[in-house]
């Protein structure tokens, strides 16, 4: 049986509605998770939640302890993970509040840990990426969309930066040019290492700005914060009706 993870993000620290619940702290050979893990049902499934940011957002993108994390929830049993995450809009199409589920990715990070496969190997590993997010939790999120009659984009490529700063309007120019449509800094090397652990991962991305340059303004935090909540609004009604389908 499957075993849903979701990890938080921006504007998403903690599940509402989640019942029964109880907090772990999971040790993992790589030290400590961004948070406890929270375990309850949520939408009558059982469920286990992970604040990316730590539960009082402190921990930044490039800071966050990812090979701990997706250990941890493999650890707890999780089965498959559906990343919360929030994003700027590249693609002109993808406005502020906008849902994307997002296909393929490009990794623009730099020093971050991004294997299990580094030391004491028997052999060199390389996972097969060709399709960064699991076909399958994709396919369920598509059909659940479909039915609720939401307006989610189930195409695009999601470049992720370093951080924590935001990007240039130059750097944009760039992400565009080589396809980008939304622009992220915590989507790598989450996927990766996801992956690694045989845990089928997707993303559910929240648009809460223009990227750099788009149209031409400066990015203001406080419109951020108001776009977040209110696409956090369709991302509940999808993560309820995927907690609640049948496997
Ligand atoms: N760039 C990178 N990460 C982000 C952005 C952005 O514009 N908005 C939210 N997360």
Known sequence: MSKLAIVGGTGLSK???LEKVYKRVIKTPYGEPSSPLTFGTFG?????????????????????????????LK???????????????????????????????????WGR???Y?????EQVTHIDFTFPYSKDLRERLRQLVGRLGLSVSMTATYACTQGPRLETAAEIKRLRGDGCDIVGMTGMPEAALARELNLAYACCAVVVNWA????DQEICMDDMQVYAEKGMQT?????NALAK???
């Open 75 to 109: 650890e707890a049993g999780a089965t498959e993970v559906l990343a919360i995450a929030a994003v700027g809009g590249i693609n002109k199409t993808i406005s502020p509040s906008s849902i994307v589920i997002p296909d393929q990715l490009i990794d623009y990070t």
């Open 212 to 215: 750099a340059g788009i149209d």
């Open 15 to 17: 599940l509402v509605n």
């Open 117 to 121: 496969f580094e030391d004491d190997l």
């Open 245 to 247: 389908a049948p496997e």
């Open 235 to 239: 991302v509940y009604r999808l993560l």
């Open 113 to 115: 840990c991004g294997t």
């Open 44 to 72: 009558g499934k059982e469920v286990i939640f992970m604040a990316r940011h730590g539960f009082g957002h402190t921990i930044p993108p490039h800071k966050i302890n990812y090979q701990a994390n997706m250990w941890a």
